[in-house]
């Protein structure tokens, strides 16, 4: 073979490892898309629908960010027994004039917070506007620590600093505290990708064990199934809360440190 005729070979097949490269990338972001970004204000807000319209009552509004400052995760999503998936709890009206769910102590009871007796505090909640309550977020997210996307909030930040103090239980007795703290080095399989970090300690202060392991996540470390980006980017694994609550997917160096492009 020539010299001429093996230059061009080599180039032919450096040439088609960079489109093998590139076309890997390219599907990659077009098969998984981020998820949407909605207004900072309205970042995390949802509308509550299980059988609000069926009794021909408007939908309730719940906006993630006017909790936040009060309760932690966990308060919500374990001891009220909330569920990740919008609608799949079955509250009811009277549950929470029994003290449970959204009625529970310190929550609204009539005492902490409005309660669920008096109709005109009904629309609060029942008012189908999933931007409810929005005219008090500029001067909310002035006092706090700024952040990239989702609902520009480092929420992480705003404890560390003690600039809010959310309650995590509301239990008079708090539940032991495990006090796990190791960080994880989690290995991706895309090109060019890092390894994502996660820190126990950041989490362990929002949620419980139980909000995780075992039923997203297996409590021994690359014994999860099928943990790959298409899913959380599909609102599974890390996606039930980023993406939709927590902060958004877009800001890819809180989870891959070592990323240098984005």
Same mark, same amino acid.
């Given at each position: ?21 590139l076309s890997f990338e390219t ?49 919500c999503h374990f001891e009220l ?18 003290? %449970? ?11 902490? &917070?409005? @309660? ?27 006092? %706090? ?32 505290d495990l006090k796990y703290t ?35 996540? &297996?409590?021994? %470390? ?7 980006? @298409? ?17 958004? %997917? ?13």
């Amino acid at each position: 073979m020539s010299f001429k005729n093996t230059k061009l070979l080599k180039v032919f097949i450096l040439s088609g490892l960079l489109l093998f490269i590139l076309s890997f990338e390219t599907e990659g972001q077009q098969s998984y898309p981020f998820p949407p970004m909605p207004a900072p204000e309205l970042y995390g807000n949802l509308l509550i629908n299980r059988t609000s319209e069926k009794n021909n009552v408007k939908t309730v509004t719940f906006s993630h960010w006017i909790h936040r400052e009060h309760h932690t995760c966990r308060v919500c999503h374990f001891e009220l027994d909330f569920k990740f998936k919008i609608n799949a709890t079955e509250i009811t009206e009277e549950d929470n004039r029994a003290g %449970l769910f959204c009625g529970a102590r310190t929550c609204h009871d009539g005492k902490a &917070a409005f @309660g669920h007796k008096d109709e005109k505090d009904c629309d609060k909640c029942h008012n189908g506007d999933i931007s409810y309550g929005k005219e008090k977020f500029a001067a909310f997210k002035q006092k %706090l620590p700024g952040a990239k996307y989702g609902n520009e909030i480092n929420w992480i930040k705003a404890v560390e600093r003690k600039l809010i103090k959310p309650m995590s239980v509301l239990d008079l007795a708090p539940p032991a505290d495990l006090k796990y703290t190791k960080n994880l080095e989690l290995v991706t399989t895309w090109f060019n990708i890092p390894p994502a970090r996660f820190p126990h300690a950041k989490h362990s202060e929002w949620l419980d064990c139980n909000n995780c392991h075992p039923d997203f996540f &297996a409590i021994k %470390l690359g014994d999860t199934k099928d943990f790959k980006m @298409g899913r959380i980017y599909k609102g599974e694994l890390c996606g039930e809360c980023h993406g939709k609550v927590a902060f958004h %997917l877009k800001d890819c160096r809180r989870c891959h440190p070592k990323m240098t492009m984005q």
